[in-house]
């Protein structure tokens, strides 16, 4: 069994940055890959970013140049550093992780999801 847990969620100013950070259990983390999804209230899941177990990114369009997702296996952490926030950047930020070692942006092909951190950016 896998537990992420994610932190460095908070309270910012638009064009503030974050990073949130989402620490591993499980000894084949450097496997998995790692996804970033964001849900504002009781709306469907948004994919953000994701890492391959190769360390390949993908963004949602809207966050590229803004946001980069990031890994250190050593650590069992993947990070979501997110500059030049937005208003619409506002949302509960989940971290998930696939034992398949893809960066898919489908919420279905992850095993595995943290608890999730609030981020709010106020204008």
């Known amino acids: 069994q896998v537990h992420l847990v994610e932190s460095g969620g908070g309270s910012v100013q638009a064009g503030g940055s974050l990073r949130l950070s989402c620490a591993a259990s499980?000894?084949?983390?450097?496997?998995?890959?790692m996804g970033w999804f964001r849900q504002v209230e009781d709306k469907e899941f948004e994919f953000v970013a994701s890492?391959?177990?190769?360390?390949?990114?993908n963004y949602l369009d809207s966050v590229k140049g803004r946001f980069t997702v990031s890994r250190n296996n050593a650590k069992k952490t993947v990070y979501l550093k997110m500059n030049n926030l937005k208003t619409e950047d506002t949302a509960v930020y989940y971290c998930?992780?696939?034992?398949?070692?893809?960066?898919?942006?489908?919420?279905?092909?992850?095993?595995?999801w943290g608890q999730g951190t609030q981020v709010t950016v106020s204008s």
């Open positions: 998930a992780g696939n034992w398949d070692g893809l960066g898919s942006m489908r919420v279905e092909e992850y095993n595995y």
């Open positions: 499980g000894r084949t983390f450097s496997s998995y890959g």
């Open positions: 890492i391959t177990s190769g360390g390949v990114t």
